[in-house]
């Protein structure tokens, strides 16, 4: 089975960024990665990703659906071999997580 460079592992993470800047929270539209509601994106060096993440609220209204696009869009990325995401709320996510330009975009700034 053939490894993955840390260059090929660093430019799947960049375009795993990317994948999850085009995935909305439907209630606040700034995609969820400037929201900070993914915490963690480990790459190993089969390509198997690991996504951890959260919701703005736990009983948010596309808590089914949301995970699987994510997923679904982490699993189109060129060398991403699994994707094995994992549903938090520790901690529990707050406007603090958000960065600078979700909160300039929201008019929080």
Do not use: H
């Not at 960024?17 to 480990?42: F, R």
């Not at 060096?45 to 949301?66: S, W």
């Not at 679904?72 to 960065?99: A, C, H, I, Y």
């Amino acid at each position: 089975m053939k490894m993955l460079t840390d260059e090929q592992i660093q430019t799947i993470g960049e375009e795993i960024i990317m994948a999850l800047k085009t995935v909305y929270d439907p209630e606040i539209p700034v995609d969820i990665y400037e929201l900070g509601l993914v915490y963690d994106v480990q790459i190993s060096e089969e390509g198997d990703v690991k996504v951890v993440m959260t919701l703005t609220t736990p009983n948010c209204p596309v808590a089914e659906t949301l995970p699987q696009e994510v997923k679904d869009k982490v699993q189109e990325v060129e060398g991403v071999r699994e994707v094995d995401l994992e549903l938090t709320f520790e901690p529990s996510w707050n406007k603090d997580m958000m960065s600078e330009e979700a909160k300039f975009e929201l008019g929080m700034l």
